[in-house]
C-alpha cells in the first residue's frame, strides 16, 4: 500500500517538475502559429480548447493497455509499479511530448514523416510500413477486446447469452465513421464523456479498495521476481525485458507516436503541449498503476492473481468481476463505460491515424470525402481480417497481441532516436531522450531474441537451452544499444550539433 501511495505522488511531482525541465529542453514558442490555426481544414486540422483535447488525447493513448497491461505486468509482483513510475515520467511522457511537439512544428506531420525528415529516407520508407501495421494491428485488438468484456458482462446474468459477433459488427460500424468524419463531428464530441467515465472508474475502485482492507494486500516493493513461472524455468518470467513489454501503456508506447500527431493538429498554443501530451501519459500511468493495486490487492497477492488470471479467463474477467464486485452495478456500469469505450475510441482513432500517414505519404489531400473512403476501405478490410483471425481461438488472440506489443515499442524507441537527432541538431540537450533510446533499444532487441513469438524458439534450437537464449539475447540488445549510442553521440550529437534551424 504504502508503495502505491509514493508511486502515485511521484507520478504527479513528476509532472511538476520533470514535465517542466522537458518543456524548457524542447524550448516551447507560445507566439508561434500553430497547425490548427495556419493551415485549418475543417477535417483534422481544427482549433479545440485544451481540456477537451487532453480528454482526447488521454483517450486515445489508454484503450485498454494500461488496465490489460497492468494487470499482466502485475504477475511479475510490484516491480510493476516501478516500471510504470519511472517510465511513465523519464520516458513514456517525454516521448509523447517531444513527438507531439514535433508534430506541431511540422505542419502537424505524422510520426513516419518526423523520423524520416530526422534520420533520413530509410527510416522513413520503414516508419511508414511499420507505423500503418502498428495502427492496424491496434484496431484489430481494440475491436475484439471490448467486444469480450461485453459478452463478459452479459453472460455473468446469462451464461448461455453470446452477443460476441454484434458487438464487433457494431464496433467496426463506429470505425468506420469516427475515421472518416470531421475530427470535432463524433470524436471531439463524445471523447469527453468516456474520458471522464475512465477517471471515475479508476477513483471509484481504488476509493473502494481502501474502504474495504483490499489495499492492505497489495504487496510493498522488494528486489524479487514474483512471476509463478520463475520456478519452471519460463522464459517469459523473466522482468527483463518482458515487463518492459508487457505494460507498454501506462509506461511507454510507441503508439501514443502515431496518436500524438493527431492532436498536434488541434492545439491552439505551443504552450498546451505540456498539458495535453506530457498531462495525458501521467494520468495514463496513474491509472496503470491503480489497476495493477487492484490486481494485487483484491486477488490477494501474485498466488491470487494467477490463479483467478486462469479461472476469469485473462484479464478481461479480472476487470469485469472486480469492478461488479467492489462497486456492484455502478462497477459495472463503470466497466462498460470505462473498459469498453476507451479501447474502442483508441481503436477509432488508430484507424483514423492509419489514414493519415497514408495521406501524409502520398501527399494526397483529405479534405474530401470521397478521398478519406479512397484510404479507408482497404485499410477496414486488412483491419477485419486481422480481427477474424482473432477471433478463432485465444491462441490467436494472443499471437496478435504479443506482434502488437512488440511493435508498438520498438516504435516508441525509433521514435525517441528521432527525437534525439532532432535535439542534437538544433543544438539542444539530446540527451533528454538518448538515454531512454538507448535503454529501449536494449528491451526490444532483446525481447525479439528470446520472445516465443519472434526469434526465441528459432535460437533455443540453437543454444539447446532457453537459458543460454535469455542471455545470448540480452548480451545482443546490449551490443547493439552501446553500438548506436557510439555512433549518435559523436555522429550526430558533436558533429551535426546547431546545423539545423528550429
Not at 204 to 223: D, H, W
Not at 251 to 257: E, L, Q, V
Request: hydrophobic content about 55%; glycine content about 10%.
Amino acid at each position: 500500500m504504502i508503495t502505491f501511495i509514493l508511486s502515485t505522488i511521484a507520478l504527479i511531482l513528476g509532472y511538476v517538475i520533470y514535465g517542466t525541465v522537458t518543456e524548457k529542453v524542447f524550448g516551447i514558442k507560445p507566439d508561434r502559429k500553430t497547425p490548427a490555426v495556419a493551415i485549418a481544414d475543417g477535417v483534422d486540422f481544427v482549433e479545440m480548447d485544451w481540456k477537451k483535447v487532453l480528454l482526447i488525447q488521454f483517450l486515445n493513448i489508454a484503450g485498454t493497455g494500461p488496465i490489460f497491461g497492468a494487470i499482466a505486468g502485475a504477475m511479475f509482483g510490484p516491480a510493476a509499479f516501478m516500471w510504470i513510475v519511472f517510465g511513465c515520467i523519464f520516458a513514456g511522457a517525454v516521448h509523447d511530448f517531444t513527438v507531439g511537439m514535433l508534430s506541431i512544428r511540422n505542419d502537424g506531420a505524422s510520426i513516419a514523416e518526423l523520423v524520416g525528415k530526422y534520420l533520413g529516407k530509410t527510416p522513413l520508407y520503414i516508419m511508414r510500413v511499420f507505423s500503418v501495421v502498428l495502427l492496424i494491428f491496434v484496431g484489430a485488438v481494440f475491436v475484439t477486446t471490448p467486444a469480450q468484456v461485453i459478452n463478459t458482462l452479459v453472460r455473468m446474468n446469462n451464461p448461455e447469452a453470446n452477443v460476441y459477433t454484434i458487438c464487433l459488427v457494431i464496433i467496426i460500424a463506429y470505425y468506420i465513421l469516427a475515421t472518416i468524419l470531421p475530427i470535432d463531428k463524433l470524436i471531439g464530441k463524445i471523447y469527453p464523456i468516456f474520458g471522464a467515465a475512465l477517471i471515475i472508474m479508476g477513483v471509484g475502485i481504488i476509493i473502494t479498495m481502501f474502504a474495504t482492507g483490499k489495499m492492505s494486500q497489495v504487496p510493498e516493493f522488494a528486489f524479487q521476481n514474483l512471476n509463478p513461472g520463475r520456478a519452471q524455468g519460463t522464459i517469459l518470467s523473466h522482468v527483463f525485458p518482458f515487463l518492459f513489454i508487457s505494460i507498454a501503456c501506462g509506461a511507454i508506447s510507441g503508439f501514443h507516436a502515431t496518436q500524438s500527431p493527431l492532436m498536434a493538429r488541434c492545439l491552439k498554443s505551443e504552450k498546451e503541449g505540456k498539458k495535453v501530451f506530457y498531462g495525458a501519459m501521467i494520468l495514463e500511468g496513474i491509472i496503470a498503476m491503480i489497476w495493477a493495486a487492484v490486481a494485487l490487492g483484491y486477488w490477494n497477492g501474485v498466488p491470487g492473481l494467477a490463479d483467478a488470471m486462469k479461472k476469469l479467463g485473462g484479464a478481461a474477467g479480472i476487470v469485469t468481476t472486480s469492478s461488479t464486485e467492489l462497486m456492484g452495478w455502478i462497477g459495472g456500469v463503470l466497466a462498460v463505460l470505462g473498459v469498453v469505450a476507451c479501447p474502442i475510441t483508441s481503436g477509432d482513432t488508430a484507424f483514423r491515424s492509419a489514414r493519415l500517414t497514408i495521406a501524409d505519404s502520398m501527399k494526397y489531400d483529405q479534405k474530401p470525402l470521397k478521398n478519406r473512403f479512397v484510404i479507408a476501405i482497404p485499410l477496414f478490410a486488412i483491419g477485419i481480417a486481422l480481427v477474424l483471425f482473432a477471433i478463432k481461438s485465444a491462441a490467436n488472440f494472443n499471437i496478435l497481441w504479443r506482434y502488437f506489443a512488440w511493435t508498438n515499442q520498438t516504435l516508441a524507441t525509433i521514435a525517441l532516436w528521432a527525437v534525439s537527432a532532432y535535439l542534437a541538431k538544433t543544438g539542444k540537450f539530446y540527451w533528454l531522450t538518448l538515454i531512454p533510446a538507448t535503454f529501449m533499444t536494449v528491451v526490444v532487441t532483446s525481447y525479439f531474441f528470446t520472445a516465443n513469438e519472434c526469434l526465441g524458439p528459432t535460437l533455443t534450437k540453437v543454444t539447446g537451452s532457453s537459458d543460454v537464449t535469455y542471455t545470448v539475447g540480452i548480451v545482443i540488445g546490449l551490443v547493439l544499444a552501446v553500438v548506436l549510442f557510439a555512433l549518435f553521440v559523436p555522429l550526430i550529437g558533436i558533429k551535426q550539433k546547431n546545423t539545423l534551424k528550429d
